[in-house]
């Protein structure tokens, strides 16, 4: 299931990029988007080989829901890190 919300999660991502980049804004929601991706490819190829191993594809259980939600507060924590660091509109170099 975790691999289904961290999906969501970087298309949602790659569109609010999209978006933001053509209104000429820069919210680094390239590396939101970059990580969320990755992980996705990531778990991907790791399903495809516990389905070649004769496993199933895909767990839907709570414990999987909970995975992939905290999957995906995990990468937008290390984004919201690399938002303060580089701190786009300067808003914490005001003060």
Known sequence: MWLVIL??????A??????????GEDLCLNYLATILWGATL?????HLFSYIRGEGFMDIS???????FSLL??????????????D????LRKT
């Open 7 to 12: 999906g969501y999660g970087a298309v949602i």
């Open 14 to 23: 790659t569109a609010l990029w999209y978006v933001s980049k053509a209104k």
């Open 42 to 46: 990531m778990f991907f190829i790791d």
């Open 62 to 68: 709570a414990d999987a829901v909970a995975l992939g």
């Open 73 to 86: 507060l995990v990468a937008l924590v290390i984004w919201l890190v690399i938002l303060f660091i580089k």
């Open 88 to 91: 786009p509109k300067k808003v």
